[in-house]
């Protein structure tokens, strides 16, 4: 019987808890495997993959995300005697339930997703760089101005993002990243109704 031979090695268990963490950052997510156990021995590494292309090692872990949306965690952890286990957790990650209430990608504030939209993001970037933004602070890396203009999801507010909207609106190409609803935006105003 394998259970009771003491030279085989069992693998362990992972758990983890996903505690949002809004008092650092409104994308900011405590990850905790501090549940996880080896049966026969002890854990010696945790390793983590957030679900947006980013890893980290360690028992307990906080990780900023570049946009709200849905992820899926997964943790894999390795005991003293070589063995892996894994467990995955999926969230769905808001930019904080206090925000105003956005549509994605709507630059100029109008409520709609439009060619407009696409030019007030080009003149920002590329005419007037002391244009306001629609959220607070004033700063193309605040969270908010962040999760409402980063249209693509890559983690920047560009180019890229003029295109995106311009190929969902005339060439029939993929959604805002954060989809085509009001959303709470932290540190934006309403501007829309769900």
Do not use: K
């Not at 005991?79 to 209430?101: E, I, K, N, P, Q």
């Not at 970037?125 to 605040?142: G, H, K, N, Q």
């Amino acid at each position: 019987n394998s259970m009771s031979d003491p030279a085989v090695n069992r693998p362990p268990r992972p758990s983890f808890d996903v505690v949002p963490r809004p008092d650092q950052d409104p994308l900011a997510v405590l990850f905790d495997a501090s549940r996880s156990v080896d049966p026969d021995g002890e854990i010696i590494r945790y390793e983590w993959r957030f679900g947006d292309g980013r890893t980290a090692e360690g028992r307990i872990v906080t990780h900023i995300y570049l946009s709200a949306g849905e992820y899926e965690t997964v943790l894999d952890v390795v005991d003293d005697g070589g063995a892996v286990a894994s467990a995955t957790s999926s969230f769905v990650l808001t930019a904080g339930t206090g925000g105003g209430l956005q549509l994605p990608g709507d630059g100029n504030q109008d409520g709609r997703l439009d060619l407009s939209d696409a030019v007030s993001l080009l003149t920002r970037l590329f005419i007037d760089a002391s244009s306001p933004l629609p959220c607070e602070p004033d700063d193309v890396y605040a969270p908010g101005n962040r999760t409402l203009l980063d249209v693509n999801a890559d983690g920047g507010i560009n180019l890229t993002d003029a295109v995106h909207i311009l190929n969902f609106l005339f060439l029939a190409g993929p959604e805002p990243a954060l989809g085509t609803s009001c959303i709470p935006i932290e540190g934006c105003p309403n501007v829309c109704v769900r």
